[in-house]
């Protein structure tokens, strides 16, 4: 578990699934993913997410209010391949999604920055990627403060269109001095 100032990150159980679940049904939650996620879909993600502590030693955490019982968001570092190319395949990708309730009060930038510096901590500083639909000005905006620079533009194998982005390791040295 790691703890911020209001949060608490843990590693995912299998009893955060339906919480988790629940979360992304809003629509201000899912509406740059696409469409909401099915339950299969979103079980899959799920174990995407397992997948990546159990091979790779880090993935999302699940974010609550310190002391809170309830889930509030899942962010943090893990390793998926999304087929978008040899720049971002294979590569640590971070992510974050908060529950509505949580929006705009800096709650994705805290706990994204103690994912990033634990991840570091843990792993070495290293690149790690992200992606981020076009017209999700919020989480743009928080990428640049966590040290990503777009790298281009690209379409998931689906066809959604999505930004890419780079925390190469010279920018790790800057987030930890902001």
């Known amino acids: 578990m790691l703890t911020t100032a209001r949060l608490e990150l843990w590693q995912p159980c299998a009893a955060d699934e339906q919480e988790l679940f629940e979360l992304m049904q809003a629509p201000a ?71 509505e309730s949580h929006f705009s009060r800096g709650f994705a930038h805290e706990a994204m920055r103690a994912a990033l510096a634990w991840f570091d901590a843990a792993h070495g500083p290293r690149e790690v990627v992200c992606m981020i639909a076009p017209q999700n000005a919020p989480s743009i905006a928080l990428a640049g403060k966590l040290g990503f620079v777009p790298t281009r533009s690209a379409e998931l194998p689906g066809g959604e269109p999505v930004r890419l982005f780079s925390r190469p390791v010279s920018s790790v040295a800057v987030e930890a001095n902001a």
């Not at 979103?42 to 174990?47: A, G, K, P, V, Y």
């Not at 609550?64 to 978008?84: L, Q, T």
């Not at 971002?88 to 971070?94: G, L, R, S, V, Y």
């Open 29 to 99: 939650v899912w509406r740059h993913f696409g469409a909401p996620s099915t339950r299969p879909d979103h079980n899959l993600r799920f174990m995407r997410n397992a997948g990546s502590w159990l091979l790779h030693g880090y993935g999302g955490f699940i974010v609550r209010e310190i002391g809170g019982s309830a889930i509030v968001g899942n962010c943090g570092v893990f390793h998926s391949w999304r087929g978008v190319g040899d720049d971002f395949d294979d590569k640590p990708e971070a992510g974050w999604i908060l529950a």
